[in-house]
């Protein structure tokens, strides 16, 4: 049966080495069953509720595409992501309710499934500079690094405008949009359990990713929540009467909310869902499947179709059972690794998360936002990665591509740092090429991001009260 379903022989590859694969990509990514739930618990949904979400949908698609593309990659709530929704469906001061953002993520799901279905998903793909995309992956993980130090308590926050301008003469830190108070030095960390705890934690993370231990970020939290033990910061209460079942009460399922549907702020929130999952997804997709060896294959273009489709199909699938946006994880290529080059690699992976729903739900509420800091400045550093791959020697590159990096930590915003990046990029080049007599030195300017930084630009301008 294996065999019929999954091609094992055609691949050169056996059912043991598959299901060791599918484990090792559990492994490296099971961090999310315990990250998500932190992140997304500032909107008011229950972390319960995340988890449960989490385990379900990145079960079921990356079981969607184990059997029906024949692909080992698993998929689950994409990092970045996440930290978008969090800040838009905020408690304290989002643009709109979680169940709002859900609606909206349903919504980028279908718009994501029509690109895909009618081709235009690749033309975009190609129309974003290679230095605009690798931007937009350092800057969310810059943005990411800032929510991991402030879930950690190594910093904190304030969301104001900003000092005035006599606090700024006087020497009061701004950054941007940002005003951040610095509590640092060893007397306040020994009475901080909390953001001493975090130190511990990403000096775990920082040694076991260095020594390329599978599973680092997942081991990382693990160690991390048993130290909090005797400091007092690991909560075990919960421990002591397990429940195995989630609170089906309590589970956002089916909650999506398009009240707000009406609203440009709605549609902006949309766009960038779309947009950011688009050259994540396409990127990760491309280079595991170029890893196994899939892509030179007869049939790799029209599988690679498949999954894409899969792929688009989990943003609207996350988004019925109450999460984020799901997408293909790199940290599929530990198990393609491992030997992984079939969609068995994925079905086991998605049986992992499926099985965890009841196997690790007692322990969700025991793990600590320290323990799960560390992971998020860890997989910044590893988001970071991609900057070596911009063109800092060309400034027509550069700038946009810098403005990109920096905005979307310093304003807090995703869609601050792409509209920006994509409106210099335009402006700059256009320029350039109007101006250069030398052909070579010319930069292409598809004519879509034409439409995009017309779009992005005409945000600022009617969108900027909301």
Same mark, same amino acid.
């Given at each position: 049966?294996?065999?019929?379903?999954?091609?094992?022989?055609?691949?050169?590859?056996?059912?043991?080495?598959?299901?060791?694969?599918?484990?090792?990509?559990?492994?490296?990514?099971?961090?999310?069953?315990?990250?998500?739930?932190?992140?997304?618990?500032?909107?008011?949904?229950?972390?319960?509720?995340?988890?449960?979400?989490?385990?379900?949908?990145?079960?079921?698609?990356?079981?969607?595409?184990?059997?029906?593309?024949?692909?080992?990659?698993?998929?689950?709530?994409?990092?970045?992501?996440?930290?978008?929704?969090?800040?838009?469906?905020?408690?304290? #001061?989002?643009?709109?309710?979680?169940?709002?953002?859900?609606?909206? @993520?349903?919504? !980028?799901?279908? %718009?994501? &499934?029509? *690109? =895909?279905?009618?081709?235009?998903?690749?033309?975009?793909?190609?129309?974003?500079?290679?230095?605009?995309?690798?931007?937009?992956?350092?800057?969310?993980?810059?943005?990411?690094?800032?929510?991991?130090?402030?879930?950690?308590?190594?910093?904190?926050?304030?969301?104001?405008?900003?000092?005035?301008?006599?606090?700024?003469?006087?020497?009061?830190?701004?950054?941007?949009?940002?005003?951040?108070?610095?509590?640092?030095?060893?007397?306040?960390?020994?009475?901080?359990?909390?953001?001493?705890?975090?130190?511990? #934690?990403?000096?775990?993370?920082?040694?076991?990713?260095?020594?390329? @231990?599978?599973? !680092?970020?997942? %081991?990382? &939290?693990? *160690? =991390?929540?048993?130290?909090?033990?005797?400091?007092?910061?690991?909560?075990?209460?919960?421990?002591?009467?397990?429940?195995?079942?989630?609170?089906?009460?309590?589970?956002?399922?089916?909650?999506?909310?398009?009240?707000?549907?009406?609203?440009?702020?709605?549609?902006?929130?949309?766009?960038?869902?779309?947009?950011?999952?688009?050259?994540?997804?396409?990127?990760?997709?491309?280079?595991?499947?170029?890893?196994?060896?899939?892509?030179?294959?007869?049939?790799?273009?029209?599988?690679?179709?498949?999954?894409?489709?899969?792929?688009?199909?989990?943003?609207?699938?996350?988004?019925?059972?109450?999460?984020?946006?799901?997408?293909?994880?790199?940290?599929?290529?530990?198990?393609?690794?491992?030997?992984?080059?079939?969609?068995?690699?994925?079905?086991?992976?998605?049986?992992?998360?499926?099985?965890?729903?009841?196997?690790?739900?007692?322990?969700?509420?025991?793990?600590?936002?320290?323990?799960?800091?560390?992971?998020?400045?860890?997989?910044?550093?590893?988001?970071?990665?991609?900057?070596?791959?911009?063109?800092?020697?060309?400034?027509?590159?550069?700038?946009?591509?810098?403005?990109?990096?920096?905005?979307?930590?310093?304003?807090?915003?995703?869609?601050?740092?792409?509209?920006?990046?994509?409106?210099?990029?335009?402006?700059?080049?256009?320029?350039?090429?109007?101006?250069?007599?030398?052909?070579?030195?010319?930069?292409?300017?598809?004519?879509?991001?034409?439409?995009?930084?017309?779009?992005?630009?005409?945000?600022?301008?009617?969108?900027?009260?909301?």
């Amino acid at each position: 049966m294996l065999e019929r379903l999954f091609k094992l022989g055609e691949f050169g590859t056996n059912p043991r080495t598959e299901i060791i694969a599918g484990i090792t990509t559990f492994v490296t990514m099971a961090y999310i069953l315990f990250l998500n739930p932190v992140v997304l618990k500032g909107t008011g949904m229950s972390e319960g509720a995340v988890f449960f979400a989490t385990a379900v949908g990145a079960g079921l698609v990356t079981l969607m595409m184990g059997l029906f593309v024949n692909y080992p990659v698993g998929l689950a709530p994409g990092m970045g992501l996440n930290a978008y929704f969090a800040v838009v469906a905020a408690a304290n #001061g989002g643009v709109m309710t979680w169940q709002v953002a859900l609606g909206a @993520v349903f919504v !980028a799901g279908i %718009i994501f &499934i029509l *690109l =895909t279905v009618t081709g235009f998903r690749q033309m975009l793909v190609k129309a974003l500079p290679d230095s605009l995309k690798y931007a937009i992956t350092v800057g969310i993980g810059l943005f990411i690094t800032l929510i991991g130090l402030k879930l950690g308590q190594v910093s904190t926050v304030s969301f104001v405008g900003g000092p005035s301008a006599e606090a700024i003469k006087a020497g009061a830190p701004v950054v941007n949009l940002l005003f951040f108070e610095w509590n640092i030095g060893l007397t306040n960390f020994v009475a901080n359990k909390a953001a001493a705890l975090t130190l511990i #934690g990403l000096l775990i993370a920082g040694i076991l990713t260095t020594l390329r @231990v599978r599973g !680092a970020l997942l %081991i990382g &939290i693990i *160690l =991390t929540t048993l130290i909090g033990i005797p400091l007092g910061v690991t909560n075990t209460a919960s421990l002591s009467n397990p429940t195995f079942l989630p609170n089906f009460s309590e589970l956002s399922l089916f909650k999506l909310d398009f009240s707000m549907l009406g609203s440009g702020i709605f549609w902006e929130v949309v766009i960038i869902f779309v947009f950011v999952t688009l050259f994540d997804s396409f990127g990760t997709l491309v280079g595991t499947a170029n890893r196994a060896g899939l892509l030179n294959r007869p049939d790799g273009e029209k599988r690679l179709g498949r999954a894409m489709f899969v792929d688009g199909s989990g943003v609207s699938i996350g988004a019925l059972l109450g999460i984020t946006p799901m997408t293909a994880y790199i940290e599929s290529a530990a198990g393609i690794e491992s030997g992984g080059r079939t969609g068995l690699t994925a079905v086991t992976t998605g049986i992992l998360f499926l099985l965890s729903v009841v196997l690790l739900a007692p322990f969700v509420q025991v793990i600590p936002d320290s323990a799960t800091a560390p992971a998020l400045i860890v997989v910044g550093v590893l988001m970071m990665s991609s900057v070596r791959h911009i063109e800092w020697d060309d400034f027509g590159i550069a700038m946009p591509a810098f403005l990109t990096i920096a905005l979307m930590p310093f304003t807090y915003s995703i869609a601050n740092g792409i509209s920006i990046g994509i409106i210099f990029f335009v402006i700059l080049n256009v320029l350039r090429n109007l101006f250069t007599k030398d052909a070579d030195k010319k930069v292409n300017v598809h004519w879509l991001m034409w439409v995009i930084a017309i779009l992005a630009l005409a945000r600022y301008i009617f969108l900027a009260g909301e």
